[in-house]
């Protein structure tokens, strides 16, 4: 079955970075197109950055600039490069393939950013 295991969060300083990332098996990581989301207390969960089958990538504003999403296919693992960390990047994070598919979220990481 498939499994998406998310790793790497943690407690940061404001500036500070993380990375996170995101073993998946069950499935032909190679030829899907993979995604990194987040959700904060109360809020929703929300698209953070994507990584499409043939490497290309795209973020959301917010985090533009600042976070790097890329994959490792031999490792069926991928990754999220998070700097200049920001207080209202706390949040639980998760991966998904893209769009995502509800049976697969796993059980995330939590990122802390706090002084």
């Known amino acids: 079955q498939v499994q998406l295991v998310e790793s790497g969060g943690g407690l940061v300083k404001p500036g500070g970075s993380l990375r996170l990332s995101c073993v998946a098996s069950?499935?032909?990581?190679?030829?899907?197109?993979m995604s990194w989301y987040r959700q904060a207390p109360g809020k929703q969960r929300e698209l953070v950055a994507d990584?499409?089958?043939?490497?290309?990538?795209n973020s959301a504003e917010s985090v533009k600039g600042r976070f790097t999403i890329s994959r490792d296919n031999a490792k069926n693992t991928v990754y999220l490069q998070m700097n200049s960390l920001k207080p209202e990047d706390t949040a639980v994070y998760y991966c998904?393939?893209?769009?995502?598919?509800?049976?697969?979220w796993g059980l995330g990481t939590q990122v802390t950013v706090s002084s």
């Open positions: 069950g499935f032909t990581f190679s030829w899907n197109d």
């Open positions: 998904n393939v893209r769009p995502p598919n509800a049976r697969y």
């Open positions: 990584i499409l089958s043939d490497g290309r990538t």
